[in-house]
Nanobody, 120 residues
Framework: QVQLVESGGGLVQAGGSLRLSCEASGSILSINNMGWYRQAPGKQRELVATISSGSSTNYADSVKGRFAIARDNAKNTAYLQMNGLKPEDTGVYYC??????????????WGQGTQVTVSS
């Protein structure tokens, strides 16, 4: 069984910063891509950033230059450093990872989400 646990969300004023963490635990043989998604009230879940096992990164246009994704493979952990936060960044942030849980078997896993609220 594999779990993803996010932490680091909270309430911050516009222009502030937060750092999210996502730790994967359980039956993990290998982790491919890891990513962060977010869902604002009344909107669909959208991609924020992804990072490959080789640390290649991809960002939504709306966060480029403000957010940075990183990972620590030894700790099975991904991070999202969010700077210059805007009220439109408010939402529930979800961690996602593609994990090999037994030889040759890959699944996509999601965390439970962490709330980020940016006040104006």
């Amino acid at each position: 069984q594999v779990q993803l646990v996010e932490s680091g969300g909270g309430l911050v004023q516009a222009g502030g910063s937060l750092r999210l963490s996502c730790e994967a635990s359980g039956s993990i043989l290998s982790i491919n891509n890891m990513g962060w998604y977010r869902q604002a009230p009344g909107k669909q879940r959208e991609l924020v950033a992804t990072i490959s096992s080789g640390s290649s990164t991809n960002y939504a246009d709306s966060v480029k230059g403000r957010f940075a994704i990183a990972r620590d493979n030894a700790k099975n952990t991904a991070y999202l450093q969010m700077n210059g936060l805007k009220p439109e960044d408010t939402g529930v942030y979800y961690c996602n990872a593609i994990i090999m849980w037994r030889v040759g078997a890959w699944n996509t896993y999601w965390g439970q989400g962490t709330q980020v609220t940016v006040s104006s």
